[in-house]
């Protein structure tokens, strides 16, 4: 495995820009502070994906390129919230001290964010959102940024609302703007914004995003790469492993139940139900698409404060064998979501900003980081994994 303060030497050799929206949450914190660290090489490169040789053959962006920033509404300090992760114990604590000058600098580059409920118009939160890019790529001398959606998990769009209007026309949207109406959810202020600045976009929240019907068609005019959506971490990504073995083993699953206990910031906002909402519909998607028939899956979210940044899975898989014998499975799978996230966080974004170089557009082929996919149907590890390979090989051999 190589060091990604190294890896596979850039065809371009200009600096790069991670923004982070919703920078000083748990997972944003925890990305800052692994990018600082292991590019220092204060830390292994464990758990990122951009550093097998099947992946870094795409020719992707050493870590020395990356410049971090990121929008966020909360005032506490990055350092304030490592010291709290560190305490929680998802970094150590010893490596807080080494990258101290440096995260400082990161969260000098940080910039208020966006909520609906701030009275801003949304127009001018808009643009002031695509200044801050732009002034961002200017100041800093970056060829291309890449726009990562880590922040709190928004509630689903209504379906109505995705038939006609506003979140489906860009003409109808622009007049809406105009007019001082605010149409998008702000996950999707903040990519309507990301596009107008020429930047691509990962959405690693179930929040729409760039999942509407305009954006979509935003992204295409501008010919921009995306990547969505739903970081897949923890149980689904168990799932995603799982589920083929009965499907290849022609055994019959007839319940997959799922309880969820986690405690944080994510925690609190699933706490309310039409934010889980959408955590619950991207967590559910896969299964059924896998196993190729309905299942019985009741699915709970709880919020447990005492657990702090650990989260918690227990399953109860239901299956049926040769002659009709019943069988059960059950697992548990506990970890600290944020470590989990951060790496994936980074990969994308090296990918999807290698994608920006080479000129590659539209969703791209991402699915074995989400659990929701977009532009594909295929929810399979394995299978997720391969076309992951393949495109990366493609992109290492046409660069």
């Not at 976009?201 to 959506?229: D, I, K, Y």
């Not at 609190?268 to 991207?282: M, Q, V, Y």
């Not at 539209?362 to 699915?367: D, I, R, T, V």
Request: charged share 20%; aromatic share 6%.
């Amino acid at each position: 495995m190589t060091d990604s303060g190294r890896t596979n030497p850039a065809r371009g050799q200009g600096r790069l820009g991670i923004w982070l929206v919703g920078a000083r949450g748990s997972v944003g914190a925890t990305t800052v502070v692994g990018v600082l660290a292991v590019r220092a090489r204060l830390a292994p490169s464990t758990g990122l994906v951009s550093e097998l040789p099947e992946v870094a053959c795409a020719g992707l962006p050493g870590l020395d390129r990356v410049v971090l920033g990121g929008h966020d509404l909360g005032d506490e300090s990055l350092a304030k919230r490592a010291e709290r992760l560190a305490s929680g114990g998802v970094l150590p604590a010893g490596l807080l001290p080494l990258v101290a000058e440096e995260l400082a600098a990161v969260d000098g580059r940080l910039r208020p964010g966006y909520h609906r409920e701030t009275g801003e118009p949304q127009a001018a939160a808009v643009d002031r959102l695509q200044r801050d890019l732009e002034e961002f790529r200017a100041e800093n001398g970056l060829a291309h940024v890449v726009v990562v959606d880590v922040a709190s998990t928004e509630a689903p769009v209504p379906t109505e609302a995705l038939t006609e209007g506003p979140l489906v026309d860009v003409e109808a949207l622009d007049r809406a703007l105009a007019a001082g109406e605010a149409p998008l959810p702000a996950s999707s202020a903040y990519v309507l914004a990301a596009y107008r600045a020429g930047c691509p976009v990962v959405s690693f929240t179930p929040s729409p995003g760039p999942r509407l019907p305009v954006l979509e068609e935003v992204a295409r005019r501008q010919g921009l790469p995306w990547a969505g959506s739903d970081g897949k971490t923890g149980e689904t990504l168990l799932k995603a492993t799982l589920a083929p073995m009965f499907a290849t083993r022609a055994l019959h699953v007839g319940s997959w139940a799922s309880y969820n206990m986690l405690g944080g910031g994510d925690g609190a906002t699933l706490a309310d139900p039409e934010r889980a909402a959408s955590k619950l519909a991207t967590k559910a998607r896969g299964l059924e698409a896998i196993l190729g028939h309905p299942v019985e899956g009741p699915m709970h979210i709880d919020y447990v404060a005492d657990h702090g940044e650990v989260k918690t899975a227990v399953d109860h898989v239901s299956f049926e064998g040769f002659l009709g014998a019943r069988m059960s499975l059950q697992f548990t799978w506990t970890g600290y979501d944020s470590a989990l996230a951060a790496p994936l966080v980074v990969d994308l974004a090296r990918l999807v900003l290698r994608a920006r170089e080479v000129g590659e557009t539209g969703p791209l082929p991402l699915g074995f980081f989400f659990k929701d996919p977009a532009g594909s149907t295929e929810h399979r590890l394995s299978a997720q994994w391969d076309a992951l390979v393949a495109w990366c090989a493609r992109l290492g051999e046409g660069a």
